[in-house]
């Protein structure tokens, strides 16, 4: 069938994690870390990530939030103890008050409109804590999407694929005429496919190499892999 409907992910694909306050976190407790390190060890922590989320364990249970911050902190050196405790501690009331993900990635609004000008329904489907719409909305970037689903309020969250048939019947598509686009492959790819849906795994630092499942490394290459499927 023909595509008629791209639907993203929030965190790591619209929206980014704010790498600064994960680096101001850490300075503030001693630790003297450049954020591009920081944003690489990000990338390696996902797909570590992924193996523990592959059990079906919910991305949104505290101890996973605290896992993803380990492995981050594990990739640039910082030794876990009390210190590094204090640094997560921050980061996690940091995100408690303001959500971590709350960086609009600059190239969203280029890569959205193009999307729509080619006459595709957007969409986003978040585990999240409540805050998606609200962030995506002071991003500027809402009035792209046809809806926005946040796990927390519609009560099932990825890779469960009725989050996704919930998203296919607000626009009333079948699920072979929709694609998926986020970061983590037994989330954002597993779960779409499992819905009978196609999937793009965001992959920016070349990481995942055995999954089978195209990959982009941005947003735009993304957008260049959809586009091949509408010619």
Request: aromatic letters at 8%; proline letters at 4%.
């Amino acid at each position: 069938m023909a595509l008629k409907a791209v639907i993203f992910d929030a965190g790591n694909t619209v929206m980014l994690i704010n790498y600064g306050v994960v680096t101001e976190a850490l300075a503030a407790e001693g630790f003297d870390v450049e954020e591009t390190a920081v944003r690489e060890a990000e990338y390696r922590a996902r797909v570590r990530l992924d193996q523990i989320l592959a059990r079906r364990n919910s991305t949104e249970a505290p101890q996973i939030f605290q896992t993803y911050m380990r492995f981050v902190c594990e990739g640039i050196g910082v030794p876990w103890g009390v210190a590094a405790e204090q640094a997560l501690q921050r980061l996690a009331e940091y995100h408690r008050a303001h959500n971590l993900w709350n960086q609009p990635n600059p190239q969203a609004s280029a890569v959205l409109q193009t999307l729509h000008d080619c006459g595709l329904t957007l969409g986003m489907i978040s585990n999240s804590n409540g805050w998606v719409e609200r962030l995506v909305t002071e991003s500027g970037l809402r009035p792209y999407f046809h809806f926005v689903l946040d796990s927390r309020l519609v009560g099932v969250e990825k890779p469960d694929p009725r989050i996704f048939q919930i998203a296919l019947d607000r626009i009333g598509i079948g699920s072979d005429e929709a694609l998926y686009i986020g970061d983590l492959y037994s989330i954002d790819v597993a779960g779409p496919r499992a819905a009978g849906m196609r999937a793009i795994l965001l992959d920016p630092a070349g990481l995942w190499d055995q999954v089978d499942c195209p990959k982009a490394r941005d947003l735009s290459e993304a957008a260049d892999l959809v586009l091949m499927q509408l010619s």
